[in-house]
Antibody, heavy 121, light 106 residues
Framework: QVQLVQSGAEVKKPGTSVKVSCKAS????????MHWVRQAPGQGLEWMGM????????SYAHKFQGRVTMTRDTSTNTVYMELGSLRSEDTAVYYC??????????????WGQGTLVTVSS | DIQMTQSPSSLSVSVGDRVTITCRAS??????LNWYQQKPGKAPKPLIF???GLLSGVPSRFSGSGSGTDFTLTISSLQPEDFATYYC?????????FGQGTKVEI
């Protein structure tokens, strides 16, 4: 069965960066885009960007352009999301989510368990 | 960017009630609209894709409708396990915007 397992919680200082991983199993890794979504405490869901594991190409939400990088490692079926220049407002749970669907209709069908990133001095 | 606006932000209901949540897009998104359910401390769960497609395993009391800019998620008879926050999301643009969420509570 499809599983997305994320790395553990992180505590970071303002101005530093964080790299979160998401290890995929149960399907062909290169066949589905992977997205990242975050959720600040008590807030809604915010789309950050996506990566195509087949060619490592990525596109990002305008808000995070220049501050986020998404990569993948096909040898371990893992995608990574690195967010730099962290500030307190980046404190959130970060989720990876796989794209599913067909016939030009897509949705996030499987999600990781979430990784809490806390930014605090 | 496309803006997605849900209403209401929260809803106080009782078991057995019919619940309707609306989602409005700032421009036409055809039927590229998905709905998710999220419970506290858990990842979102997909319910509806392409505005009205009920995903496998989702109870039939959930339904979706709409096209263009106006969409609706309906729960025909609310069950105790349905108390959660619901999000719409557009998959029309390259920005995959979510609505701000609707919390369904007692």
């Amino acid at each position: 069965q499809v599983q997305l397992v994320q790395s553990g919680a992180e505590v970071k200082k303002p101005g530093t960066s964080v790299k979160v991983s998401c290890k995929a199993s149960g399907y062909t890794f290169t066949s589905s885009y992977m997205h990242w979504v975050r959720q600040a405490p008590g807030q809604g869901l915010e789309w950050m960007g996506m990566i195509d594991p087949s060619d490592d190409s990525a596109s990002y939400a305008h808000k995070f352009q220049g501050r986020v990088t998404m990569t993948r490692d096909t040898s371990t079926n893992t995608v990574y999301m690195e967010l730099g220049s962290l500030r307190s407002e980046d404190t959130a749970v970060y989720y990876c989510a796989r794209i599913g669907g067909q016939m030009d209709t897509y949705y996030f069908d499987y999600w990781g368990q979430g990784t809490l990133v806390t930014v605090s001095s | 960017d496309i803006q997605m606006t849900q209403s209401p932000s929260s809803l106080s209901v009782s078991v057995g009630d019919r619940v309707t949540i609306t989602c409005r897009a700032s421009q036409s998104i055809n039927t590229y609209l998905n709905w998710y359910q999220q419970k506290p401390g858990k990842a979102p769960k997909p319910l509806i894709f392409a505005a009205s497609g009920l995903l496998s395993g989702v109870p039939s009391r959930f339904s979706g409708s709409g096209s263009g800019t106006d969409f609706t998620l309906t729960i025909s008879s609310l069950q105790p396990e349905d108390f959660a926050t619901y999000y719409c999301q557009e998959s029309y643009s390259t920005q995959w915007t979510f609505g701000q969420g609707t919390k369904v509570e007692i």
